[in-house]
């Protein structure tokens, strides 16, 4: 989430409605933790496919401010929460290199379950709507490996483009994992 854009925005809406902000100051967090789980199969050494379920984990943007009508004050806090989780498909190319070694590149698709959640609270009402929706994103990395015996440790950058769509909210989302592999 990117929280001077989201902080101009709120302040954009609450001046559209003759509000005016003061005493504004906001946060925004990632949770860092992602998980998955892949399979796939080498019909090369330099091709792979791999089907994977993955989390890309959450963010929150949180805004804290006094509003003002010019008559009255009011406390306000605002707070918005995106997920995104889903299946994904990669094709990889492979390029070994030393023994045991290789590099790869990945291109694939994400199919995305993305869920929204907003939440406002002014002098203790508080108002609250979610969205959800499922979007299909391209994906792309790459990475290296060494692989030993049947085992297979990799450290991996993915990029998820564009996820989410305009009710959601819309980000890319940049991924660095470690993977092992067993292969049978």
Do not use: C
């Not at 290296?144 to 450290?155: C, E, F, P, Q």
């Amino acid at each position: 989430l990117d929280a001077n854009g989201l902080s101009r925005q709120v302040d954009g809406a609450l001046g559209d409605l003759g509000l005016t902000v003061s005493n504004a100051s906001s946060d925004s967090s990632e949770d860092g933790f992602t998980y998955g789980v892949l399979v796939g199969y080498q019909f090369l050494p330099y091709l792979a496919v791999e089907a994977s379920y993955v989390d890309l984990g959450d963010a929150e943007f949180k805004r804290n401010a006094t509003v003002s009508d010019g008559v009255t004050s009011a406390d306000m806090r605002a707070q918005a929460t995106t997920e995104s989780s889903g299946p994904a498909l990669s094709a990889l190319g492979i390029l070994p290199f030393m023994k045991g070694w290789e590099v790869h590149a990945r291109a694939g698709v994400y199919f995305s379950s993305n869920d929204a959640t907003a939440r406002l609270r002014v002098d203790g009402l508080e108002q609250s709507a979610s969205e959800s929706s499922n979007s299909t994103e391209f994906l792309w990395g790459a990475g290296i490996g060494y692989t030993r015996g049947n085992y297979t440790g990799r450290l991996d950058y993915q990029q998820y483009t564009d996820v989410g769509d305009g009710s959601t909210g819309e980000a890319s989302i940049d991924r660095l994992s470690f993977v092992a592999i067993v292969r049978f």
